[in-house]
């Protein structure tokens, strides 16, 4: 339920209490499309199995009766309207952001909008010196948007590769194809040489993922300063740009796969000894995720599954992607918290759910 209920005592002799509805935490009007802010009145109608509400004052949806109805004594009329105002001014204000200013030599700043992860300015700091950066962490905590906002921080181009047993040598080092009418052929390049040779932000995501023989080129152009192109025959060797920066992001420390990761490699010591100094670990932010989920109710209902699950030790996820996908479908597509869960224990155990739920 996302409303809650207040009896207001009438003072003209009538002491039959009326019930007002407020909301509990912030959501989308269906009515106006405008914010109900936490403690507006408001009104439900019923969509489906599952009661939603709405601005009490929005008549583009009728509102349900409620409490016993008639008119509102002068203190509810009062408060209502106080609160009315409030909502209006909020409505009307622009919503604050979190910018984080970041200066750049020379004097040049940029600034980030949003949320960022506790572990940014560390990355940053590490990204800044040129060091090679690992992130191992639990899927869906934010590593991938982090790499995004350390090249935007940089001002550098981004390029990314999603880590697997099939990947190739040429999805790395380019690769000659044929092109145009005769058939001729030339060489196509990719993000990562263009990312090595020219300056940019690369992120190698699930590299725990990868075949191992890929990474001995990844290792090569880590330590070496240089890397063989050999497909590019007229520029068969690629120099490191000073202004390339190399991050990883795993689900593990490299070190194979558990029970949670079934299909992750273990990496070489030789790749791992590559980002000892820039191995920053990271979990979920609960910040971030308070952000994601203004519906306190829900967000609380998830935190205690993931909390469970660690206590039980569980082979399962609650991630931070999840709970903004549960977010915006309540909030924005009518969704219960019952179908939430249903979508969150898909394929578990009995045993599994009950332990979640606790």
């Known amino acids: 339920m996302s409303a809650t209920s207040l009896s207001v005592v009438s003072v003209n002799g009538d002491s039959r209490p009326v019930e007002v509805q407020r909301s509990r935490y912030q959501s989308k009007c269906p009515a106006c499309r405008k914010l109900i802010v936490i403690g507006a009145p408001v009104a439900p109608y019923a969509v489906g199995k599952r009661t939603r509400w709405k601005h009490e004052d929005c008549e583009n949806i009728p509102a349900q009766p409620v409490g016993h109805g008639g008119e509102l004594t002068a203190d509810a009329a009062a408060q209502i309207a106080k609160l009315q105002a409030r909502v209006e001014a909020l409505e009307e204000r622009e919503p604050a952001k979190h910018v984080i200013e970041i200066r750049r030599p020379g004097g040049k700043s940029v600034q980030l909008s949003g949320t960022v992860h506790p572990v940014f300015s560390r990355v940053l700091a590490l990204a800044q010196a040129r060091k090679h950066i690992f992130l191992p962490g639990p899927a869906g905590c934010g590593k991938s948007h982090l790499a995004h906002q350390v090249a935007q921080a940089l001002g550098l181009p981004f390029g990314a590769i999603s880590c697997s047993a099939g990947m190739s ?3 790395l ?17 990719t993000q990562f040489l263009d990312c090595y040779e020219s300056g940019g932000v690369f992120l190698f995501d699930e590299i725990d ?3 191992s023989n890929v990474l001995l080129v990844v290792n090569s152009a880590l330590a070496n300063g240089h890397l063989s192109v050999p497909s590019r025959h007229g520029q068969p060797v690629a120099k490191r740009h000073a202004d390339f920066v190399c991050l990883a992001a795993a689900n593990t420390f490299g070190r194979g796969a558990d029970r949670q990761y079934v299909g992750r490699n273990q990496l070489d010591e030789s790749t791992l000894d590559r980002f000892r100094i820039g191995t920053v670990p990271m979990d979920y932010d609960e910040q971030l995720e308070t952000q994601l989920c203004p519906d306190a109710e829900l967000l609380a209902r998830l935190r205690k599954y993931r909390a469970n699950v660690q206590t039980s030790r569980l082979e399962r996820v609650v991630s931070t992607r999840f709970i903004r996908d549960a977010a915006d479908m309540v909030t924005n597509w009518g969704w219960s918290h019952e179908q939430v869960d249903e979508a969150l224990f898909q394929g578990w155990r009995s045993d599994e759910i009950a332990k979640a739920r606790g």
């Open 169 to 171: 040598e040429s999805q």
């Open 173 to 189: 080092l380019g690769r000659m194809v044929p092109h145009g009418d005769h058939g001729q052929f030339e060489f196509l390049s």
């Open 209 to 211: 993922a990868a075949d």
